[in-house]
DNA sequence: ACCTGAACACCGTTCAAGT
DNA sequence: ACCTGAACACCGTTCAAGT
């Protein structure tokens, strides 16, 4: 696996240049991420990257899918060991969701950005249903269990979604001030199922 | 007013830099922001918003801190012809702050992610704190009222607003699908003041 | 199949010089 | 006080040529 001499042929120059890419992502931020750089970094030519990549935009969906990919093994196995009652099983979530986000804040940023943009990859937007599934499965499962008011799920999900989104942005955007952010999150997640709940 | 034809002092640049740079930012986005052609399609060399922005993000912050402005005096209209009932106020609240929001999608991501920058100007957090102090006296007024849970209201008020921070970013990152979004977004304002209010 | 090196058209930033 | 023009060091992207 050493990989010290480099010869001609790198051997594994997508791979080196996705994880130098996402450190450089999380340090200098997406706008300043350098094609030229990673590649001085990864030791090749500024042109090499482009067998890999078709340009820069393609060198971060490339990312972005990458971390959708993560996102949903992580919110999974947040799931899949959270055992049987609501609360706990969306407290979970969150907890995950909210963990995820906010160790990785200019990853979380492009994901969401990189999804919509013109000419995206249609997998960016597939992997990002499959990550907004496991939020409307959980509220599916909060109505059939009687602990969620009915009516439309998506429209539930969405407005879970929205609030563990927002608390991220808070908190990347470094507006918590003096809030412990697993407080407040915990916090938020009982207002939410207050609200969920039928009366 | 007219300044169809400019001599050597355009006397207005610093003003048409702006209105420029506002319209890039929502056409191209931040990132593809350019200094040289804003300075084109104003009629300037490209050297000459040196004297009005030390560089790039100055200008960046200058959009930012016009847009706090004018975001703060929008929350504090709604409020100021809203009524007095708490439910009616959250509403025209959330229903300003989105509004905002999503007709300048660019500016708003701009504005949240400008004001903690490393070098940012001291006005721009202070704005954002003016923005978010509104949503704070709403909720103090909601638990004098007796329509919000007593507690921290710092805590509370947090919740509210990444709810709201939130739906913005689902709207704004084409997340809606089929869901309309003024329904959506007084759908969660419905669901939060019931997860607030006093059992 | 994968990478290099030169080339091109763009940037942001700086600074002497012009009005 | 405000703006220009040349210069510098960077980009992303392209393409013939090398291994």
């Given at each position: 696996?050493s ?7 790198h ?11 996402e450190?450089?992502l ?7 991420l ?25 060198l ?10 993560r ?33 990785r ?18 997998e ?19 109505q059939?269990a009687?602990a969620?008011?009915?009516g ?18 808070i ?5 918590l001030?003096?809030?412990p ?15 969920f709940?039928?009366?």
């Amino acid at each position: 696996m050493s990989a010290t001499a480099r010869p001609y042929h790198h051997g594994n120059l997508r791979e080196a240049l996705l994880a130098a890419g996402e450190r450089a992502l999380e340090t200098t931020g997406a706008a300043n991420l350098s094609l030229r750089e990673l590649a001085r970094e990864v030791g090749v030519s500024h042109a090499a990257p482009r067998r890999h990549f078709a340009d820069r935009q393609a060198l971060l969906d490339a990312l972005a899918l990458n971390g959708f990919e993560r996102f949903g093994a992580q919110l999974d196995h947040a799931l899949a060991t959270a055992g049987e009652d609501f609360t706990t099983r969306i407290l979970a979530l969150a907890r995950a969701y909210v963990g995820f986000a906010t160790t990785r804040p200019a990853l979380i940023e492009l994901m969401f950005a990189s999804k919509h943009q013109a000419g995206a990859p249609p997998e960016l937007a597939q992997a990002a249903d499959r990550a907004f599934a496991v939020a409307l499965a959980v509220v599916v499962d909060g109505q059939a269990a009687g602990a969620v008011v009915p009516g439309d799920p998506e429209r539930l999900a969405k407005i879970a979604f929205a609030l563990l989104q927002g608390l991220v942005a808070i908190a990347n955007n470094h507006m918590l001030d003096d809030q412990p952010l697993d407080a407040l999150r915990d916090a938020a997640v009982e207002r939410l199922l207050l609200g969920f709940a039928p009366r």
